[in-house]
Nanobody
Framework: QVQVVQSGGGTVQAGGSLRLSCTASGYYASNINCVGWFRQAPGKEREVVATLTTADEDTYYADSVKDRATISQDKAKNTVFLEMTTMKPEDTAMYHC??????????????????WGQGTQVTVSS
């Protein structure tokens, strides 16, 4: 089992910045291959925002956040961060962190993820 705990989020002014944190713990925490941030706006499907491969720190970003988002990790603390700048109203969504243990495909594939955080609401006000 892996426990995933998120922190951060809230209301941000358009043009502002945001930092979300995600800490993993548990029996399989050392076997995490990928950590990803996903978001889901009302009436829309959950979509990938950014992913990180823990072994080589390879990253992937959705086109909608490329050049505005940075995903990084602190291996010693089993924590992954998502920092976003120049926030837009369309970034408003519930943000979820998730981990993939023993993945079989690329980290940007949502179906690789088996442990999810509790979600945190991000609202961008214009």
């Amino acid at each position: 089992q892996v426990q995933v705990v998120q922190s951060g989020g809230g209301t941000v002014q358009a043009g502002g910045s945001l930092r979300l944190s995600c800490t993993a713990s548990g029996y399989y925490a050392s076997n995490i291959n990928c950590v990803g941030w996903f978001r889901q706006a009302p009436g829309k499907e959950r979509e990938v925002v950014a992913t990180l491969t823990t072994a080589d720190e390879d990253t992937y970003y959705a086109d909608s956040v490329k050049d505005r988002a940075t995903i990084s990790q602190d291996k010693a603390k089993n924590t992954v961060f998502l920092e976003m700048t120049t926030m837009k109203p369309e970034d408003t969504a519930m943000y979820h962190c998730a981990t993939a243990v023993y993945r079989t495909g690329p980290c940007q594939n949502i179906y690789e993820y088996n442990y999810w955080g509790q979600g945190t609401q991000v609202t961008v006000s214009s």
